[in-house]
C-alpha cells in the first residue's frame, strides 16, 4: 500500500502565530503555492499561471495589509522590518507578473522554490517573533516568572 501523494507545501503547526485570521491567510498563501507548483508540474497554458500569479499578489497584499494592522495596533517594536520584507516580496511578485505578460519569462519551478524558502523563512524569523510578542502581551507576567525561573535554578 502506497501512502499518498503530498502536498507540494503545507504550514506546520510549528508556523502559527496564534491570531486566527492571520494563520487562516497563510494557510490560503501556501495553498496558492501548491497550486502554482500544480500549474507548472502540469504544463497549464501562461494565462493560467498569470491567473494564479495575480491571485497570489492580491492574496499577499490582503494578507499583508492584515498582517501590518495587527502589529500596528498592538505596537509592535519590528513593525516597519516587517513592513519593509512585505512590501520586497510585493516588488518582486508584481516585476516577475510583468516580465511573464512581457513574455520575457516563463513561470519556474525554482521560482515558486523561492517562494517557498522566502515564506519558510518569513513564518519563521518574522511571524514568530511578533507570535511571541503577542503572546507576552496577552500574558505579561509570562515573561517575568520565565526569566525569574531561569535566574533561580
Known sequence: MSNPPQPY?????KYLVGVEVLDRQHQEIVTLV???YESIIAKEPRDVHLELLTRF?????THFATEEQVLCTHRYPGYLRHK???EGLVR???DYRERI????????VEYVDLMKLWLLDHFAVFD????KFLALEKHPGEKASKEGAAAHP
Open 84 to 86: 519593509a520584507a512585505h
Open 128 to 131: 514568530l517573533e511578533y507570535a
Open 92 to 94: 518582486n511578485l508584481m
Open 57 to 61: 499578489v492580491k492574496l499577499a497584499k
Open 9 to 13: 507545501f503545507h504550514i506546520e503547526e
Open 34 to 36: 501548491g497550486e502554482l
Open 101 to 108: 505578460v512581457r513574455r520575457e519569462r516563463k513561470l519556474s
